[in-house]
């Protein structure tokens, strides 16, 4: 089974800065089958990337995805405050334990 | 847009069996190219599979919860169902339904808003 480690677990910034945001897998993800998920307190995942790097419909473009093998990329280019949430990559039925993205 | 609601009793006493429904509305539940998912996370923690359904009946679960899960579907209601048997505090989580699209690498696209489910006596 595929473990994935995200990195840092969280990050304190300030609106309009860029944020970065590391998803590792254990072995190599086939297809580049990686998802990036964002959730806000009390509310359900949503879905932001998919297929490491293809935007989900009505996604900022501000939030890019990259990687492959085992080595993947959420990066969110201004954040807005909107943004400040738990991130969590997927991968088949395996999710990453998440990174915070919190005001500095 | 197809849309997820979960329902199902919010507590539930130990040893005995969890029990949700997700119903599926603005779309067909057997529509091909996604799986019917539950997916839970505990308090302040990340997410973890439970297992799918695809329409034609076919499953897979956790096997960290296998022996205790049953996910089955309704067709005609346009519904899909969990069942945890034997459950303990440590089962107590917010329980989601979420449609797993392939044509999306295999993606959780649409999420119901989750249930919050207490295991106590």
């Known amino acids: 089974e595929i473990v994935l480690t995200q990195s840092p677990g969280t990050l304190s910034l300030s609106p309009g800065e860029r944020a970065t945001l590391s998803c590792r897998a254990s072995?190599?993800?086939?297809?580049?089958?990686l998802a990036w998920y964002q959730q806000k307190p009390g509310q359900a995942p949503r879905l932001l990337i998919y297929?490491?790097?293809s935007r989900a419909t009505g996604i900022p473009d501000r939030f890019s995805g990259s990687g492959s093998g085992t080595d993947f990329t959420l990066t969110i280019s201004r954040l807005e405050p909107e943004d400040f949430a738990v991130y969590y990559c997927?991968?088949?039925?395996?999710f990453g334990q998440g990174t915070k993205v919190e005001i500095k | 847009q197809v849309q997820l609601q979960e329902s199902g009793p919010g507590l539930v006493k130990p040893s005995q069996t969890l029990s949700l429904t997700c119903t599926v509305s603005?779309?067909?539940?057997?529509?091909?190219?996604?799986?019917w998912s539950w997916i839970r996370q505990h308090p302040g923690k990340g997410l973890e599979w439970i297992g799918y359904?695809?329409?034609?009946?076919?499953?897979y679960y956790n096997p960290s919860l296998k022996s205790r899960v049953t996910i089955s579907v309704d067709t005609s209601k346009n519904q899909f169902s969990l069942k945890l048997s034997s459950v303990t505090a440590a089962d107590t989580a917010v329980y989601y339904c979420?449609?797993?699209?392939?044509?999306?690498?295999?993606?959780?696209?649409?999420w119901g808003q989750g249930t919050m489910v207490t295991v106590s006596s």
């Open positions: 979420a449609r797993l699209a392939l044509l999306l690498s295999d993606a959780f696209d649409i």
């Open positions: 603005g779309g067909s539940i057997s529509s091909g190219g996604y799986y």
């Open positions: 359904i695809y329409y034609s009946g076919s499953t």
């Open positions: 072995q190599s993800v086939s297809s580049s089958y």
């Open positions: 297929g490491a790097s």
């Open positions: 997927q991968h088949s039925r395996t």
